[in-house]
């Protein structure tokens, strides 16, 4: 077993102009998913992420509002998951609701060192 990083990227849009009962539909759906996947014993941790942040650069030299890329590129959020390999992991990560907004799973392998 291995551990793997779920990136969700993109979905963003159609959800910050959601009513309060959408938007506690949605997480509705991100709480079953998430409550199935730690019965299976298969979820270790994972949040949302904020909106605002910072992208340093250039060896902290450079530090900018951010992140500012397109809609389909920012990262909403994470969870890290045990799977047997690369493609299992990714077949867990086919019950994601992010995909319902159009969003993307980035899936990694977490290397031990």
Known sequence: MSNFLFLF???????????????????????????????????????????EGK??????????????????EIVGGYLIVTADSLDHAVEISKGCPNYDYGGTTEVREILAV
Not at 11 to 24: A, D, K, L, T
């Open 9 to 51: 990227r993109g979905g963003q849009e159609r959800s910050m102009n959601q009513s309060p009962e959408e938007m506690q539909i949605e997480m509705q759906k991100w709480i079953t998913w998430m409550s199935k996947l730690k019965e299976k014993g298969q979820l270790i941790d994972g949040l949302p992420l904020g909106h």
């Open 55 to 72: 992208v340093v650069a250039n060896k902290g030299e450079l530090v900018t509002n951010g992140p500012f890329a397109e809609g389909a």
